[in-house]
């Protein structure tokens, strides 16, 4: 018997709380702190050039990056006007991205720089002489987007680093029901598995409760022979596992369907992509978190189409206003929710891409790569981390096209986010393992 | 001589798998267990029709005549629609698609050109639009399904849909002055997904610590597949870069092709100076020779047919076919579908671990073949399977669907599962109640009348339900929860409508085991 209340009941049990916890007992964070804080995903699937998400516009920078950037190159009205950061230097955000580069004048949008999977500090040398551990199976779309989700850099982990964090918080109670903490708006992934936590998945404006079911005696009896079938051991692994998942959704769909009956319509107009939707549900969520008795969740969402191998101008052209305009109405939802303090949105992706273009109009496989963060929360305006130098066979590059080593790790930036969600310090080494290689500089600053 | 090899193999695989498939007295024919459960490996999914004439024949006739079957075919579509633009409507071959699954007499091919369509990837999304090109795509499979996996390997790489979706179609020698190189997009996607996988295995199937390739194999392997350019459209003037047309192959246009010397895996060279044809000649032969390459398809296909957690053991027998045969598909796909552990549980004892989750496309033409559905004109069945998270030819990436490598949370591989979320395990037993208590839409029709034959009685009911959907093997505890629904049911219909709901949204009808 391994249902979801099932297994958060023994977490419950083992620090001697509470299993179903009685309505208006709020965890004990609460009294001291802010009672809600949430992070949002936004992966950006298929590996951003994130070259062209945002270039430095100072002289000397531009000149080397127009060298490089060929057909690629982002000129004149393809860019923002320059934003200065904290520190003076002048950037633009590509021109697609202009509410982006708003929030980034508005201080609510920070940049993370070059930031990929890494095993501890690299140095070309060291990676080109094979002094030092790298991260498994670079350039691969799949093992990199999985350490990215998983912030484990090499071998297999059965366990996203959201995951840990959600085993995190069912472990110490910090959400008042056993609705998951995680739930992700883009399908089944890594992120969000834990150990002891298993993540919900839903689809935008698509009800988990299953149809055709009502008070009848036929009806519900078909519900309870369906019910009785999901905790038997069939004797077949996978049989269990499918099991377990059909009995999840019926355990989360009605108290998602009871919280979401109380949804009140924004103000706040999203665009109509599937980014859009995905966190216009997310902001819904957060609407009714108290109905969902929620103080600490984690969303997921996603966009595709990244992976520019050609074709890349006129492919950011398409996406980049679809990522700006959803980030940007949903910083504004969680302005009307009165929440902005107190949600961050961030991305991933699965790589940067070649600042050497390729024969047809795009970019290949690189490596370390520029992030967003957005909310309230942020210290933004400012760009953290480190920009590589645009020298093709230069001190950052892994080899000749410009494949940036990271100079700052996933572990570092996750660890900055899941500080500021309430992971105490002295547990952050088990939600990421190799902050430990990263010497003192095991938060960013761009939050908390 | 590789003719003879094959045929040999073959046989011997067959007779082998005979062996197993008949009582151990050898006189009795396949059990309807036995039957059912190698229908759902090697078709669309059983019938009571095909059960009976598989039990006739037996799995090695069977298997002949499959090899045999007339290849059913996907419509060719205009490649401009009403409109003058791009024709980007691509229902009407996904309708064939499920017309065929459901209807077609080659169901070994169709399955088989399914899977490798999975490994293969050529997608809508972020990919290509043009509708025309779909049908042609999808004959290499099918008419490869039975031959080599040189073939395929070839055939797809020419092929202008490929070239388009992982851009070798206008791969140009990288220009210096314009200070670009040769797109790796195609070069990385063949070494890691279609081939060989990310490090070298052993025949077994387990993985070794050495990596298949580095970047520098990449970066070498673009350039020795540039200098292809898309089929001449009729009536127009070839182009050394042609703009996209895809009927036909890609050919070669020497003066974009890379002529330098080129590295590639296991230290293989690629002289300067070669041609473009000479260099894909050079690499296929490289390709099958490498011993990598027997266990990592062996392996996704025995996860796409039978299930997703072989042992060691199995995906040896078959990688040793694969090696032996050079490639025969027809040697690999009968060695696969008769090995011991394939039909070790027609037996009635199960293993554990064994299985596979029916994909929402073999969900739904399942339950379709076993509801003796026909789809009109406009059925809507296509977008069933995408709501349920595979939408055919839409894949999301060239990563296909899901992943060979993805793992439930037992750890246990379970590739199906990266698209079974709690919101897809709803949706399926949506789709079943709409079928059985509804419509799907005015072009999808079920005929329920054999199972009211039995309606009368529970156990009768049962069992007939269970031959078509469980393979006769129905647990007690289904059999009990899906009899308390038809106790609660007052008419005929409804008991067969709840009986039939409780098997389709069990766990037991979802594995396929």
Request: hydrophobic share 40%; proline share 6%.
């Amino acid at each position: 018997m391994f249902t979801r209340r099932g297994f958060i009941r023994v977490g419950a049990a083992s620090v001697g709380s509470l299993a179903l916890r009685p309505m208006g007992l709020l965890p004990a964070l609460a009294a001291n702190g802010p009672d809600y804080r949430a992070l949002v995903c936004i992966f950006l699937y298929g590996g951003n050039d994130s070259n062209n998400t945002i270039v430095p516009v100072d002289d000397a920078t531009y000149k080397e990056y127009m060298n490089i950037r060929g057909n690629l190159a982002l000129t004149g009205s393809a860019l923002t006007a320059p934003v200065t950061s904290v520190s003076g230097a002048p950037y633009a955000f590509h021109a697609k991205l202009a509410e982006l580069s708003s929030l980034f004048g508005s201080k609510e949008l920070a940049v993370v720089a070059n930031v990929g999977s890494l095993v501890q500090p690299l140095t070309r040398a060291d990676y080109l002489n094979h002094q030092a551990p790298v991260p498994s199976n670079l350039f691969s779309h799949s093992d990199q987007q999985l350490q990215w989700q998983t912030s484990i850099a090499q071998g297999h982990s059965p366990t996203g680093w959201a995951g840990r964090v959600a085993d995190y918080v069912a472990k110490n109670n910090l959400n008042g029901s056993a609705f998951p903490a995680f739930v992700s708006l883009a399908g089944n992934n890594l992120q969000g598995t834990g150990a002891g936590t298993q993540p919900v998945a839903i689809t935008p404006g698509r009800s988990l409760q299953l149809a055709g079911f009502d008070s009848s005696a036929e009806s519900q009896a078909r519900w309870k022979a369906l019910n009785s079938l999901l905790t038997l051991d069939s004797g077949i692994s996978l049989i269990q596992a499918a099991d377990h998942t059909l009995a999840n959704s019926i355990e989360d769909a009605k108290l998602l369907a009871d919280a979401l009956a109380k949804v009140t319509p924004l103000k706040t107009q999203f665009p109509k992509t599937a980014l859009g939707a995905q966190l216009q549900q997310v902001a819904q969520i957060i609407q009714v978190r108290a109905d969902l008795h929620m103080n600490r969740q984690i969303f997921f969402c996603s966009l595709g189409g990244f992976d520019t191998h050609t074709n890349e101008i006129a492919t950011h052209n398409t996406l980049y206003p679809q990522l700006s305009q959803a980030m940007a109405a949903f910083y504004s939802a969680t302005d009307e929710l009165k929440v902005a303090q107190d949600v961050t949105t961030f991305t991933e992706s699965d790589f940067s891409r070649t600042l050497q273009p390729t024969s047809g109009g795009g970019s290949d496989h690189a490596w370390g790569s520029h992030h967003l963060v957005a909310g309230g929360a942020v210290k933004g305006g400012q760009i953290y981390g480190k920009f590589p130098s645009f020298a093709l066979g230069g001190p950052d590059d892994a080899d000749t096209r410009g494949r940036w080593i990271p100079t700052t790790s996933v572990d570092q930036y996750g660890a900055t986010l899941s500080s500021w969600f309430g992971i105490p310090d002295s547990e952050l080494t088990n939600v990421f393992p190799n902050l430990v290689n990263f010497g003192a500089t095991k938060k960013l600053g761009f939050l908390g | 001589m590789k003719n003879n090899l094959s045929k040999t193999v073959v046989t011997a695989a067959i007779l082998a798998g005979v062996a197993l498939a008949q009582s151990p007295d050898g006189t009795t024919a396949l059990s309807d267990r036995a039957a059912g459960r190698f229908l759902d490996q090697a078709t669309w999914g059983p019938t009571p029709s095909a059960i009976a004439q598989l039990k006739q024949i037996g799995i090695a006739k069977w298997l002949y005549a499959q090899f045999a079957a007339t290849p059913s075919d996907l419509p060719d579509q205009p490649e401009l629609g009403a409109d003058g633009k791009t024709n980007r409507d691509l229902m009407p071959v996904e309708r064939a698609f499920f017309h065929n699954a459901l209807a077609g007499d080659d169901q070994l091919r169709q399955r088989v050109a399914f899977a490798l369509s999975q490994i293969w990837v050529v997608s809508v999304d972020s990919g290509v639009g043009d509708a025309y090109a779909y049908p042609h795509y999808w004959r290499i499979f099918r008419d490869n399904a039975f031959t080599n996996y040189r073939d395929i390997i070839k055939a797809v790489t020419l092929n202008p849909a490929m070239g388009r979706y992982l851009n070798m179609a206008n791969n140009n020698k990288g220009n210096p002055k314009a200070g670009t190189a040769a797109n790796e997009n195609y070069a990385r996607e063949l070494l890691q997904l279609f081939t060989l996988g990310l490090v070298k295995l052993n025949p077994d199937g387990s993985p070794t610590t050495t990596p298949t390739y580095d970047q520098s194999v990449v970066t070498n392997l673009a350039k020795a597949l540039t200098g292809w350019t898309y089929p001449t459209a009729p009536g127009a003037t070839p182009k050394p870069n042609n703009p996209a047309y895809y009927a036909g192959q890609m050919f070669p246009v020497e003066s974009n092709h890379d002529t330098s010397e080129k590295i590639i895996f296991d230290g293989q060279k690629l002289p300067a100076g070669q041609t473009a044809e000479r260099d894909l000649e050079i690499l296929l032969d490289a390709l099958m020779a490498n011993p990598t390459l027997a266990p990592f398809i062996s392996q996704q296909l025995i996860e796409h047919l039978v299930t997703s957690n072989p042992s060691p053991y199995y995906i040896q027998r078959v990688s040793q076919v694969f090696s032996s045969t050079r490639g025969d598909m027809k040697a690999v796909l009968a060695t696969i579908l008769t090995d011991p552990e394939a039909r070790a549980g027609d037996s009635g004892f199960v293993d554990r671990n064994f299985g596979h989750l029916r994909e929402p496309i073999l969900f739904m033409t399942g339950i379709l073949r076993g509801l003796n559905a026909t789809l009109g004109p406009a059925t809507s069945v296509p977008s069933q399977a995408a709501s349920m998270g595979e939408d055919l030819f839409h894949a999301p990436s060239v990563f296909s669907y899901f992943s060979p490598q993805y793992r439930t949370e037992k750890g246990l591989l379970g590739p199906e599962f990266q698209i079974y979320s709690t919101q897809t395990a709803a949706t399926r037993a949506d789709i079943v109640n709409t079928i059985l208590y509804g419509k799907l839409d005015k072009d999808t029709t079920v005929d329920l009348s054999p199972f009211l034959k039995y309606a009368g009685g529970n156990t009768a009911l049962l069992d007939y339900i269970s031959s078509v959907f469980i393979d006769g093997s129905m647990s007690s505890d289904l059999h009990k929860a899906a009899s308390d629904a038809i106790n609660a049911a007052t008419t005929p219909q409804r008991k067969v409508a709840g009986a039939l709901y409780i098997v389709l949204t069990s766990g037991e009808y979802d594995i396929i085991h």
